[in-house]
């Protein structure tokens, strides 16, 4: 038998698993739903005795990435270490929300969420955000310092023009407002298929060919059907909401150049007084590192602590190092503002 | 499922898997060419294993052009598309019967005159739409067509250096050489500002061609009594700017309530009975 045949072979008995064990759950950690906002959930782990720490999540993918694995879970690791994290969770707009922009995401949802913790713990909560939460979380935390304790972000773009964002030369160019004018909410399938389309090889191609290799281990066949779902399990996006990230962000820098303005309303990160926590990958493709470091420039160095760690986008949430290293020195961070 | 393959899964257990690995690998087809790969690497066994290095590369580049042909035969031509919109025209004189019929041929040479220029406008925007979307696809196909062949001739090049010609690669070295070669390339690709602007030309594209499929699709459903997606958008833009005027008047009686307490002092919060 050849070696060609013989992965052919193992790799449709990886299949006939994989089709067995679908649907796979993902986010098994109880959690208490604290509040629905506008557009959201707010989700609360932990037993509320620990330092609450606010988590929005990006519009882009599902909040389930940080409860993937039992395992690697961030919100267990996070409850483990005396945290109470409630993490924003978007709900899937529906065709209604094509009008709705990204300030109408930071009051009355992440604003809405603040004040509800607040109630709950009876003092201003920690806000933190994930990739383009990270980016809302930081809008909001400018637009009502005082809030909020600290802020923590992952993985948050800060500079759109870096020359390893192959992402933001791909947005470079095209016409935002014609797109959202043609499709209202833009859908997730075309902004899967750019995402795949910035690593295919990797992604299309050696992903499933290595499918072969684990076919007789449960255990890792379960991981990947999990990463599997949450990948290509994203919701459409809002259509105005779209266009302000991808216009003031991605097209006009406005985060970095101080002149990011949703509704006629002037954000200035800068002004955020409190201290920041930001976390990055060494080598993420979609978020290059530079560009998270990058918040370098919009806090005084007194104020940031920064932290960087190998690995892609991804690891940061599911990573052993970042469930060894990352989330203990985010908690004790926390515990000692 | 083809019948070729439906007959190959019968002789042959694991050609589901080779099934599905092609179906996943062109998927990415609108955007990437990799899935010249995965036909080349799975034709190995159907056609037996190269039996030199220089015929690994041949049939790669075979399957790369093949890959080429079939985007651009797969393209719907300007006629084609013009055809159905000329079709949603027909529809909408079936709720409007009484209309003469419209002009259908755009690059007619004559000026837009009568009660029907709106309309003629309309079929002149959609087939440049039309013309400007399938140029900028063929211009994306011919722009990967360039970088696959730039992949396969550097695979070419490594394989001419660590083997004699006449040697046949193992799958293994085969895969390993095309993946790492492919990533670096695409990789590179994504850093070219050519690639960038090709790809938004297409975007763009495709967003003209939606509007003006839109703006002749609305009337046609319009005059049939159904409602449009324009009708809808009207609709939410409605509804969205209540929402802001409300909550513009919220935040004004809000202001106004804070400035008061400030003039009044703060209001007592005992009980009544205090």
């Not at chain 2, 594209?205 to 703006?215: D, G, V």
Request: hydrophobic fraction near 40%; charge should be negative; charged fraction near 25%.
């Amino acid at each position: 038998m050849t070696h060609r045949r013989h992965h052919s072979r193992r790799a449709v008995a990886g299949l006939h698993a994989a089709g067995a064990m679908q649907p796979v759950a993902v986010g098994e950690t109880p959690y208490r739903l604290s509040t629905r906002t506008e557009r959201a959930d707010l989700k609360h782990y932990g037993s509320g005795d620990g330092i609450p720490l606010i988590l929005v999540y990006s519009l882009v993918n599902r909040a389930y990435l940080l409860d993937l694995r039992p395992d690697r879970s961030v919100v267990k690791t996070l409850v483990a270490l005396g945290i109470d994290p409630y993490v924003l969770d978007w709900r899937t707009p529906d065709s209604m929300s094509s009008h709705i922009g990204l300030l109408e995401h930071l009051e009355e949802d992440i604003g809405v969420a603040i004040e509800a913790v607040t109630r709950e713990h009876g003092e201003a909560p920690h806000l933190g955000g994930v990739c383009q939460g990270g980016v809302l979380a930081l809008c909001q935390a400018a637009r009502a310092p005082a809030t909020v304790r600290s802020l923590t972000l992952l993985a948050t773009p800060i500079d759109f023009l870096t020359a390893n964002d192959n992402l933001a030369r791909l947005a470079r160019h095209v016409d935002f407002e014609q797109l959202v004018r043609a499709s209202g909410n833009v859908p997730a399938t075309g902004l899967n298929m750019i995402f795949a389309g910035l690593k295919p090889v990797e992604l299309l191609f050696q992903r499933y060919r290595a499918l072969s290799e684990i076919a007789d281990d449960d255990a890792a066949l379960r991981d990947f059907l999990r990463m599997e779902r949450w990948m290509y399990d994203s919701p459409d996006q809002a259509g105005r909401a779209f266009l302000e990230f991808a216009r003031e962000c991605y097209q006009h820098n406005g985060l970095l150049e101080g002149t990011l303005t949703l509704d006629g309303e002037r954000i200035s990160p800068n002004r955020f007084p409190a201290p920041v926590f930001a976390a990055y990958a060494s080598a993420d493709h979609l978020v290059p590192a530079e560009a998270a470091a990058a918040i370098r420039h919009l806090v005084r160095p007194e104020r940031l602590h920064m932290q960087s760690l190998p690995g892609g986008h991804l690891g940061l949430f599911i990573g052993g190092n970042a469930h060894r290293q990352l989330y203990p020195a985010l908690a004790d961070w926390l515990r000692n503002l | 499922m083809t019948a070729d393959t439906e007959e190959r899964r019968r002789e042959d257990p694991s050609a589901p898997w080779e099934v599905l690995w092609r179906t996943l690998a062109e998927s990415a087809n609108g955007l990437t060419p990799w899935a010249a790969l995965a036909a080349a690497l799975g034709d190995r066994d159907q056609e037996g294993a190269p039996a030199t290095a220089d015929e690994a590369v041949h049939r790669l580049r075979s399957a790369a052009e093949a890959w080429h042909r079939d985007w651009r035969k797969a393209m719907p031509s300007v006629e084609e598309l013009v055809e159905i919109a000329r079709r949603m025209l027909t529809l909408r004189h079936l709720g409007t019967p009484w209309l003469a019929a419209v002009a259908t041929s755009p690059d007619s040479p004559w000026p837009r005159l009568g009660p029907l220029q709106a309309q003629q406008a309309q079929l002149e925007e959609f087939t440049a739409a039309a013309d400007e979307y399938r140029r900028a696809l063929l211009s994306c196909g011919d722009h990967l067509a360039e970088l696959l062949e730039r992949c396969i001739a550097d695979l070419a090049s490594a394989l001419r250096e660590a083997h004699d010609p006449q040697t046949p690669p193992t799958d293994e070295e085969l895969l390993a050489l095309w993946t790492e070669i492919a990533s670096r390339r695409h990789d590179e690709a994504l850093k070219d500002e050519t690639f960038g602007r090709k790809l938004a030309q297409l975007t763009n594209a495709w967003s003209r061609l939606r509007l003006a499929t839109q703006a002749l699709l609305d009337p046609a459903l319009e005059s049939m009594g159904l409602p449009s997606r324009r009708q809808l958008m009207d609709t939410q833009a409605h509804l969205d700017r209540l929402k802001r005027q409300h909550r513009e008047a919220v935040r004004r009686l809000e202001a106004r309530i804070s400035r008061m307490e400030e003039v009044l002092g703060e209001p007592d919060r005992g009980s009544p009975d205090q």
